[in-house]
C-alpha cells in the first residue's frame, strides 16, 4: 500500500485504469509531453503513447467538444481543463451536449466522459484560476458532479467516474494537491457515486462539508472537542447527485446543522443542503440550519484572498453560535 498525496493519487488512477482499459484517453492542454499544470498527468504520454495522452491546442470548447465525439463512438474520454476558471468556453458544450447526448437520443448515445478540473482557492494565484463553481454544475441535469477531499477518497471516486456509463465532472481541489499524504491501496477500488462519508460521528451538530473545507473544519473540531462540543462532520463527496439519507439521519440525531463551502454564498449548495433539512428534519431541528461560505464577490488576488478563505476560526465561531442559539 503506497502514501500517495492527492496529485499522486489521480495520476496512479490515470494510469491504472489505461492500463485496464484500452478504450481510456487522457488529454487537455498541456496534459501530454508535460505533464499537466500540475503534473497530474506526469509519465502516461511517455507509457501509453500519444494516442492514449495527448496535448491539445488551447480551446476549451473544442477539447470538450471532441470527447463527446470520442464517447459517442466507444472511447472513455478523461479531458483536463487547466482550472475551473477556463471552462467557460466549453460550457455550451457541457451543457448543450455532454449532459444531454443520452436524452437526446432516447438512450441510444451515452457520454462516458470525465471532465477534470483544479477548483478552488488557496494557492495565490491570478483571475479566472481560483473560483467554486460546483454549483453550475448541480444544476445541470445529466451531470454528476464529484468532489474528492483525500488521496484515498480521489482513487476511489475517479475510478468510479470513469467506469461510470455517463459523464462526470470531477472538481479538484487544488489547495490540497499536495497538502498531506494517505495511505492508498494498490489495486483497484471504487467509491459510489452518490454516498457521502461520515468522517467523524457526534452528537452536538451535523456540519457537511467537501474538498479543502473537510481539512479546515478537521482543524476547527480539534479546538471544540477540548471545550466539550461534539461535531458530527460528513464529507458529502458528490454534489449531484446528493446522499439525502446520511445528511438527514445525521441532523434527526444531532437537531442543528451546518454547512461550509468556499463557493460564493448566494444561490449555491448550502442553500439546496438547508432546504433539505428544513424539508425533512425541521421537527428535530434546535436552532436554524445555517451556511458558511465564501463571499459574494470575486476571489480576491493575492494580496487579499486570506480575508475571503474560510479557516478554523469562523468556523469554530459559527459552530458555537449555532449551538448557543
Not at 466507444?74 to 467557460?88: R, Y
Not at 451536449?97 to 471532465?115: A, D, E, F, L, Q
Request: proline share 6%.
Amino acid at each position: 500500500m503506497a502514501t500517495l498525496n492527492n496529485i499522486q493519487a489521480i495520476n496512479q488512477t490515470l494510469a491504472e485504469q489505461m492500463e485496464k482499459d484500452p478504450k481510456v484517453v487522457v488529454y487537455g492542454e498541456d496534459v501530454g509531453h508535460e505533464g499537466g499544470v500540475f503534473r497530474a498527468t506526469v509519465g502516461l504520454q511517455k507509457k501509453f503513447g500519444s494516442k492514449r495522452c495527448f496535448d491539445t491546442p488551447v480551446s476549451e470548447a473544442g477539447l470538450v467538444g471532441a470527447g463527446v465525439g470520442m464517447a459517442v463512438n466507444g472511447l472513455k474520454p478523461v479531458a483536463e481543463i487547466q482550472f475551473s476558471g477556463f471552462m467557460l468556453p466549453a460550457f455550451n458544450q457541457i451543457v448543450a451536449h455532454v449532459s444531454r447526448m443520452r436524452n437526446r437520443s432516447r438512450g441510444k448515445y451515452n457520454v462516458p466522459m470525465v471532465i477534470r478540473m483544479p477548483y478552488g482557492g488557496g494557492i495565490r494565484a491570478l483571475e479566472h484560476h481560483s473560483e467554486s463553481q460546483e454549483a453550475l454544475f448541480g444544476h445541470i441535469p445529466g451531470l454528476k458532479v464529484v468532489i474528492p477531499s483525500t488521496p484515498y477518497d480521489t482513487k476511489g471516486l475517479l475510478t468510479s467516474a470513469i467506469q461510470d456509463p455517463d459523464p462526470v465532472i470531477f472538481m479538484e481541489p487544488k489547495r490540497i494537491y499536495r497538502a498531506f499524504k494517505q495511505e492508498v491501496p494498490d489495486e483497484e477500488f471504487t467509491i459510489p457515486i452518490g454516498k457521502a462519508k461520515v468522517v467523524k460521528s457526534g452528537t452536538d451538530i451535523t456540519v457537511v462539508a467537501w474538498g479543502a473545507m473537510v481539512r479546515e473544519v478537521q482543524k476547527a473540531i480539534k479546538t471544540l472537542e477540548e471545550e466539550g462540543i461534539s461535531v458530527e462532520l460528513i464529507d458529502l463527496r458528490t454534489i449531484s447527485p446528493i446522499d439525502q439519507t446520511t445528511i438527514i439521519e445525521s441532523v434527526q440525531k444531532t437537531g442543528r446543522f451546518l454547512v461550509v463551502h468556499e463557493a460564493v454564498r448566494s444561490f449555491g449548495p448550502g442553500a439546496e443542503l438547508i432546504a433539505l433539512v428544513n424539508q425533512h428534519a425541521f421537527l428535530s431541528l434546535e436552532a436554524p440550519p445555517s451556511r458558511l461560505t465564501g463571499f459574494d464577490i470575486i476571489v480576491p488576488l493575492d494580496k487579499g484572498e486570506h480575508h475571503y478563505l474560510i479557516n478554523p476560526q469562523r468556523i469554530i465561531y459559527e459552530i458555537k453560535k449555532i449551538i448557543k442559539f
